[in-house]
């Protein structure tokens, strides 16, 4: 079956806002083909299924500062703070707005949101092997250091000790 949206679409409205991946009201709205009002509504209607850690409305200051980042117009738009959803405040959306696109929809993030989830799991495992390399690396270079000294303590001592004194500028002859 054909995707209604792009997985690259998706990605590229999911934020991170207190080190947890979200996405605002206003574009699920856009994807799910309603206004932002109306789904600002639905979940209203069914605030029980949406804890804080599904949604959560954003701070004038988490606001204020997106709005400097994205250049989002202060003109004729909200009068309330945005809410933005978790990946289970995503899911839970599928069980208020009942259309077949909002179904379908969901499928789409949620199959970005596992995507993201791979990502950074292969990130960290990638993470952890280069801090490893890095460490071998470095006790390498400590070891060669070390070695280089040995050896250069070794030719020190092979070293023909100048005598201590001075040499007259006389030479005995022979008779």
């Known amino acids: 079956m054909k995707a209604i949206i792009s997985l690259e679409k998706i990605e590229s409205k999911i934020y991170t806002i207190r080190n947890q ?6 574009d699920l709205a856009e994807l799910y083909e309603v206004e932002t009002r109306i789904l600002v509504q639905a979940v209203k ?46 899911a839970m959306l599928s069980s208020v707005l009942n259309s077949e696109r909002a179904i379908q929809v969901n499928i789409q993030i949620m199959r970005v949101f596992t995507k993201l989830r791979g990502m950074l799991r292969e ?27 040995r050896l250069n303590r070794m030719f020190e001592s092979l070293k023909p000790k100048k005598q201590i004194g ?4 006389l030479v005995k002859e022979k008779h």
């Open 45 to 90: 209607r069914n605030i029980g299924r949406f804890p804080d850690d599904f949604m959560f409305q954003l701070s004038k200051n988490e606001f204020d500062s997106l709005r400097s980042q994205f250049v989002i117009s202060k003109k004729g738009g909200r009068t309330y703070l945005p809410y933005v959803f978790t990946e289970n405040g995503v």
């Open 123 to 149: 990130y960290e495992e990638l993470k952890e092997f280069v801090i490893a390399l890095a460490k071998k690396q470095q006790e390498d270079v400590t070891y060669l250091f070390m070695e280089l000294d």
């Open 166 to 169: 001075f040499e007259s500028g």
């Open 21 to 26: 991946k979200v996405m605002f009201d206003r």
